[in-house]
């Protein structure tokens, strides 16, 4: 039992630093204006989050292989076959997860929409 609870206190230690790092790549400029567009224009529902997460995610990856191309490059796609792309987008991910839920938080209060009930549809 003992080694269980270690395997899972593992396992929730490497979800945190995933998110951590993810949140720091995100606590840059281009990742707080994908997550401000998703978090106050985008997501209706705090039931969006995810998918909201998963749409800056793609965005991210959108924008950083066609900016090589802005600076006078060559366009290059990433290399989808590599493990630590997928950990990187994982951890990317996570961290607009924790960022657009901040921001989608804020603007909950400053509408008035935290705490209101919809009518019942009949």
């Known amino acids: 039992m003992e080694d269980l609870l270690a395997q899972l206190g593992n396992l929730l230690q490497g979800l945190l630093a995933l998110a951590d790092s993810g949140f720091d ?14 978090g106050f224009f985008l ?38 076959t590599d493990g630590g792309f997928w950990m990187t987008r994982l951890a990317l991910f996570l961290g607009y997860a924790i960022v657009i839920a901040v921001f989608f938080f804020i603007r909950t209060l400053l509408t008035g929409g935290f705490g209101r009930r919809r009518a019942p549809v009949h």
């Open 25 to 38: 790549g995100v606590n840059q400029v281009l990742g707080l204006i994908i997550a401000a567009v998703f």
């Open 43 to 80: 997501m209706g529902a705090w039931r969006g989050l995810w998918s909201a997460a998963f749409g800056a995610m793609v965005v991210h990856t959108l924008v950083e292989a066609i900016r090589p191309m802005l600076d006078g490059g060559a366009f290059a796609l990433p290399d989808l």
